[in-house]
């Protein structure tokens, strides 16, 4: 299958070969059933990004004709299905979340109206909350809580790129932004509107002096919003960046726990 992606890839009219198409809309019900992922973790934190399972999804597009799909009162026009068989996968759905097929959601996920995109991976007690939305390719962990409006953004091209990881138990608070490859580390909390992007700095003030750490989030670090000053041609301005102001406690769990009784199936 990866041989056939790959020989895709770079001749495009193999597409019109019937054993070659089989081979990209395999790949994408591996990736809607959870046996294949864009990403994989690895030993030592390490992740692998499998390449030719994005070339897959983006080879997928061509393949799909436009089409009307209907949902109750809700209509849509597009190529790419809605996914289906919530009920005997074990998750929760609450009107309007949408989920397209090729993304993959573990038992016990919860969506609230939101939205997960196509190569996405969300692990299981997982809860998708109002508004947020999860990019193609992203990796969501066991028991994170992404709330209302957080953007995790997506990852198709370049092909090289990693995508966004969020690893177990993170807490991600509202309105926070997770774009281009970022990494957030297991049982790390961010607050309200932090932006962390490939290039942020996420700078440690916990000690006597600051540590930078660059589009990374290392494990139960308790992060806000922040600014530093850089000096341009133009002058000293402020930019923004995100602080590291504590590992998470006992206090930060209890601000942060989830109610599991709101993930009762």
């Given at each position: 299958?990866?041989?056939h992606?790959e020989q895709?890839?770079?001749?495009?009219?193999?597409?019109?070969?019937?054993?070659?198409?089989?081979?990209?809309?395999?790949?994408?019900d591996m990736l809607d059933n959870?046996?294949?992922?864009?990403?994989?973790?690895?030993?030592a934190?390490?992740?692998?990004?499998?390449?030719?399972?994005?070339?897959?999804?983006?080879?997928?597009f061509?393949?799909?004709?436009m089409?009307?799909?209907?949902?109750?009162?809700?209509?849509?026009?597009?190529?790419?299905?809605?996914?289906?068989?919530?009920?005997?996968?074990?998750?929760?759905?609450?009107?309007?979340?949408v989920?397209?097929?090729?993304?993959y959601l573990?038992?016990?996920?919860v969506?609230?109206p939101s939205?997960?995109?196509i190569?996405?991976?969300?692990?299981?007690?997982?809860?998708?909350?109002?508004?947020?939305?999860?990019?193609?390719?992203?990796q969501i962990?066991?028991?994170?809580?992404?709330?209302?409006?957080v953007?995790?953004?997506?990852?198709?091209?370049?092909?090289?790129a990693?995508?966004v990881?969020v690893e177990?138990?993170a807490?991600?608070?509202?309105?926070?932004?997770?774009?281009?490859?970022?990494?957030?580390?297991?049982?790390?909390?961010?607050?309200?509107?932090?932006?962390?992007?490939s290039s942020t700095?996420i700078?440690?003030?916990?000690?006597p002096?600051p540590?930078?750490?660059?589009?990374?989030?290392?494990?139960?670090?308790?992060?806000?919003?922040?600014?530093?000053?850089?000096?341009?041609?133009?002058?000293?301005?402020?930019?923004s960046?995100?602080?590291?102001i504590?590992?998470?406690?006992?206090?930060?769990?209890?601000k942060t726990?989830?109610?599991?009784?709101?993930?009762?199936?």
């Open positions: 299958m990866q041989k992606i895709i890839w770079e001749q495009r009219e193999l597409l019109n070969k019937k054993e070659y198409r089989q081979a990209v809309e395999e790949a994408i959870g046996r294949l992922r864009v990403a994989e973790p690895g030993d934190g390490q992740w692998t990004v499998n390449e030719w399972v994005k070339k897959a999804v983006l080879l997928y061509p393949l799909c004709g089409q009307t799909i209907e949902a109750g009162p809700f209509e849509y026009h597009d190529k790419i299905p809605l996914k289906h068989g919530f009920a005997q996968n074990g998750v929760r759905v609450v009107p309007p979340a989920a397209r097929y090729g993304a573990a038992p016990q996920t969506l609230m939205y997960v995109n190569g996405a991976y969300v692990d299981s007690g997982t809860m998708v909350d109002t508004w947020a939305t999860v990019g193609s390719c992203a962990g066991k028991h994170v809580h992404l709330s209302g409006g953007g995790i953004g997506g990852v198709l091209e370049p092909v090289q990693a995508p990881i177990d138990n807490f991600i608070g509202s309105r926070c932004i997770i774009v281009e490859g970022a990494h957030i580390g297991r049982e790390a909390v961010l607050g309200s509107g932090t932006v962390i992007t700095h700078i440690d003030v916990t000690g002096e540590v930078t750490h660059i589009g990374h989030v290392p494990p139960r670090s308790v992060v806000i919003p922040g600014s530093y000053t850089k000096h341009f041609p133009a002058g000293d301005y402020n930019v960046c995100a602080l590291i504590g590992q998470r406690k006992e206090s930060t769990d209890k726990s989830l109610n599991e009784a709101l993930r009762l199936f």
